[in-house]
Nanobody, 118 residues
């Protein structure tokens, strides 16, 4: 079955850095665009970053541009989110998403908590 397993969340101080990982299985990873979303309590789930199936293109939410970097390793079936210069408003549950437009397919991980606090 399809699985997306996030890791790397935890407590980090403002201004610090953290890297999230998402390991995929059960589908052809290289055919899917991968994204990171986040959701704070009482808020909508918002797109943070997206990377195309080959890794050739990326896009970011304005709130994280210049601070976050999405990348992927198609040999390891893994997508990463490098988060730098973290702010308290980055605190959220971060979710990994896989999408293939051809099938209108969407797969979701269960999320990992990132807390930015002193």
């Amino acid at each position: 079955q399809v699985q997306l397993v996030e890791s790397g969340g935890g407590l980090v101080q403002p201004g610090g850095s953290q890297r999230l990982s998402c390991v995929a299985s059960g589908f052809t990873f290289s055919n899917y665009a991968m994204s990171w979303y986040r959701q704070a309590p009482g808020k909508e789930r918002d797109l943070v970053a997206r990377i195309s199936s080959t890794g050739a293109s990326t896009n970011y939410a304005d709130s994280v541009k210049g601070r976050f970097t999405i990348s992927r390793d198609n040999f390891k079936n893994t997508v990463y989110l490098q988060m730098n210069s973290l702010k308290p408003e980055d605190t959220a549950v971060y979710y990994c998403n896989a999408h293939r437009a051809l099938y209108n397919a969407d797969y979701w991980g269960q999320g990992t908590q990132v807390t930015v606090s002193s």
